[in-house]
């Protein structure tokens, strides 16, 4: 099983901080501006955890979420969804979709990185 | 208690009618014609009694059929004492003197009244008269007119009479047709001139067989004792007074449409009357009365459907305006409810364009603070970047009411409602704010025990309760106390006490509305944007509950929240 966490957010600034903050707790960081990549990305690495943006150009993060899932060999990667959005009705897009957690923006980074430590340790 | 003083009108009526019973009862002589004088100038006095009485606006015209009566009275002491005079006597000047005065006085009220600008009404008396003249000229004036038996002088005063009562008429139905009022006065007054009209036509058709005493004398008695009762009524004021009702709608009345059919039915009557008597009848009278009537009447037709197009018109006029402001109004409520949205979408766009870098801000910033043992941050650096931590938190709940505000006001306020335990979010959201309580060495207590079950959104029961909460450690001094409790029977209640400033109970009832600020508020510089309150009292009435503010004695306050049961 990969060590690896992918993060795709498409904010440079927000990217930059999820990553020095995971980077920090010793994980092994892969990093996407877009969904596309962040595919691309998931599909390369086979990272145990997937943070993504909802709200990011070309595939958004509930498409690439459900590109995931529907990848047989990602059915490991557990998937925490990031929003700018507070709306009750995309937290429930978002797990029916079948994200394992949700965090919204904004953030606090521990507590973000408290939520991929329990997915990370949890993932099978 | 009612006297006589209190009715003179019908005291005088019955008064009258005795005298004329008793007339007719004392056999023909010197009594008789002393009580005929009598009555008349009796009648005379109590006109200009009963003006003096009743003081109307315009006197004139009752002073002249006072003036009127008393001619027609002293022409009938005269013929008395002459007894039976030949035409033409000093009698007659005064008969026919006293009509000119009498019509004089009913144009002048006819005018008091405004009645001279209803042109209709004008219209319809002439189409009376002229129906009257008709009559007048067939069956009195042809036959004084062509008796050349009589002389020059009496064919010309006999004549007079009958003018003068076409006179009389015309001045009757004028101030018949034209009058909006119908009050007793004006009632007794055409009663009066009816008699005295019907006594000089019977007295036309066969003036050689009139003796004093004969039937005929009741009807100059009643018009005599009639028109005083006019005068004495006190609704005789109201005659001279301008008309209350404006000719502003078109009505026709039944009164009115009987006079004009009579009219213009005239010359047929003649016509069968002249037919059935055997007399040749007199065409060229027939076709100029038959003539001028049918004129005027379609003229006065003309006339109604005139009025009728104009009154349409008007009407056409205004509907058109009330559509076009209609209109109007429907645009600008759009342009209205375009701008409303445009607002909320705007405040929404902000509201997240702003939460984007605030999570840079606040994410760095702690980032920043979170020691990872490689670099020590001096204390000083350390307190700045905590300024910029707390001053994001303050900014970011800003940024958060604005938008719940936002949304509430665009009708986007979803609710997510699912059964919880009120006493669980409370112990939860207590705990939240037990590091800011602690931060202030605030006691922060918790009543809470049991289950109290309701059907709600959890974020935003949790966000009222919050609300509440920060609300009672922003506005309570260091050492104080605050209170939670929750409580379960009957309905879910939820009060947070605090021992705080406080308000007045007049602030009380305003603490809850938008943007609001108490004065102690304002006056120690506690921060805060007025939003917190009334986003706690929407999400009550969300929820179908209720919230209130309750001053409490010896300082701080209650608030008081009661949502409905789960079921």
Redesign the interface.
Known sequence: MSKVVLVADD?D??LL?VT??LQ?DGYEVVSARDGISALALAREHKPRVAVLDVGMPGLDGLEVLTAIRAAEELHDTRVLLLT??????DVRRGFESGADAYVK??????ELAARVRELYEGAR | MTSWRDKPTELLLAAGLVLIGVYFAVPRGNAQSVLYDLIGVGSAVLIAAGTTRNRPSRRTPWLLFAVGNLFFAVADIIFNVLVNPPVPSVADFFYLGGYPLLVLGLLLLLFAAGGHRRVAALGDATIVTFGFILLQWVFILDRIVSDHSLGVGERAVSAAYPLMDIVLLAGLAGFFVSAAWRTPSFLLLVASIAFLLIADEAYGVGPNSYRSGDLIDAGWLLSYVLWAAAAVHPSMRDLSSPARREYGRLSVGGGRIAMLMGALLAPAAVLLIQHLRGIAPLIPALVIASTVISVLVVLRLVGILRALERIRSRERGARADAEQAQRLLEAQNLRLLEADRMKDEFVALIS?DL??P???I???V??AL?D?GESELDPERRTYLEVVARSSQRL?RLV?DLLFVARLQSGRL?L?PSRLDLNEVARQAAEEARGRADAKDLELVVDANGAVPVEA?R?RVFQLLDNLISNAVKFTPDGGTIEIRVRGNGGALLEVCDTGIGFTAAEAERVFERFYRTDRAVERQVPGTGLGLFIAAAIADAHGGRISAHPREGGGAVFRVELPLAT
């Open positions: 904010d600034d927000i901080l020095t903050r920090r700018a959005k507070a709306q009750e009705s923006k904004p953030f606090s980074p521990a | 997240h939460r984007t605030l999570t840079s606040m994410g760095y702690e980032l979170d990872d970011l958060d979803d997510t959104d974020g």
